[in-house]
């Protein structure tokens, strides 16, 4: 599933094609991709049309369209949250979905399950989704903690990029839970937009076991894991991001290359980069996690 690095890079690229664009025609393809949209794929085809596509946003591996011209949409939104502060186009990319900007002229993809024209033509933006796990929807948006995000994630904890991202308070949450620190890092509720990959890397760069009990950590130590995971984010949207196939590509189709810099995630067999240990695979939540035993020693109080 695409992470935080790659939605970002995929949010520039719609912000640099589509914003301050106007809706002129909606077509879904497949009524799954907009399954959670409760009016329907009609009412949401409908309620798009029109709008102005006014900025590109993103918390997490959650990404957003505000929408603009609709002052009686605005109006019945407020009417219903007094938090509330207009509309978006909600976007979640699921396990394969793909925000694709076509020339009209292109041929329609295999998968494509939305479409959406804009007066005066040119390009198009396109969802693209092989399994559709993902999908779009028009959602409210809410204040929270003086940010504007879609009501559905409001409860979705700022991400390591951004201003509100308060690098003390997360320390000191992580250290407040009982549970493995890896676990603690894929909590969307804790810190937004870190998954499987990106855990691994910032824990290798930390030095630490992702089986490491919170509650163990020093206040550094947590500060010196959060730095890591900044750190390799950066390094990743310098990269375009990663993938391992082509079901993550941005906007216009290229794929990232941060897989060719990646530590010990999938690296299973192979030597750490920097003790030349052997990197391990073990099994998490019905995943994997890399380590290396040199680098990031397993702890006699694991929290597995």
């Known amino acids: 599933m695409p992470e935080l690095p790659e939605v970002e890079v995929v949010r520039r690229g719609v912000a640099a094609h589509v914003v301050d664009r106007t809706v002129a025609d909606v077509e879904v393809l497949h009524p799954r991709a907009v399954r959670k949209h409760s009016a329907g794929a009609g009412d949401?085809?409908?309620?798009?049309?029109?709008?102005r596509l006014v900025?590109?946003?993103?918390?997490g591996k959650y990404l957003w369209?505000?929408?603009g011209d609709a002052a009686e949409a605005a109006a019945?939104?407020?009417?219903?949250s007094p938090k509330a502060a207009g509309e978006a186009l909600l976007t979640h990319l699921g396990m394969s979905g793909q925000l694709r900007v076509q020339p009209e002229h292109v041929p329609d993809e295999k998968h494509l399950r939305v479409r959406l024209r804009f007066d005066g033509g040119g390009d198009e933006l396109r969802f693209v989704d092989q399994r559709t796990f993902g999908g779009l929807s028009l959602a409210s948006l809410v204040s929270v903690n003086d940010v504007l995000v879609p009501a559905p994630i409001a409860h979705i904890a700022p991400d390591p990029l951004e201003p509100a991202f308060d690098r003390e308070a997360i320390a000191e949450a992580v250290r407040a839970r009982r549970t493995g620190i890896k676990r603690a890092l894929l909590d969307q509720s804790l810190i937004s937009g870190i998954g499987n990959i990106y855990?691994?890397?910032?824990?290798?760069?930390?030095?630490?076991?992702?089986?490491?009990?919170?509650?163990?950590?020093?206040?550094?130590?947590?500060?010196?894991?959060?730095?890591?995971?900044?750190?390799?984010?950066h390094d990743a949207l310098r990269a375009g991001g990663t993938s391992f196939d082509a079901l993550y590509v941005n906007v216009n189709g290229e794929s990232g290359y941060f897989d060719r810099s990646?530590?010990?995630?999938?690296?299973?067999?192979?030597?750490?980069?920097t003790c030349a240990a052997t990197v391990r695979r073990d099994t998490f939540m019905n995943r994997s996690a890399y380590t290396c035993p040199g680098c990031q020693p397993t702890p006699r109080n694991a929290h597995w």
């Open 199 to 233: 855990a691994d890397e910032a824990l290798w760069r930390a030095g630490l076991h992702w089986a490491r009990p919170t509650a163990t950590l020093t206040r550094p130590v947590v500060r010196r894991l959060l730095d890591a995971v900044i750190d390799v984010m």
């Open 76 to 80: 019945s939104t407020v009417a219903a």
């Open 262 to 273: 990646l530590a010990v995630y999938g690296q299973s067999g192979r030597e750490c980069p």
């Open 55 to 59: 900025a590109a946003r993103r918390r």
């Open 65 to 67: 369209l505000e929408l």
């Open 44 to 51: 949401f085809a409908t309620r798009l049309t029109g709008r």
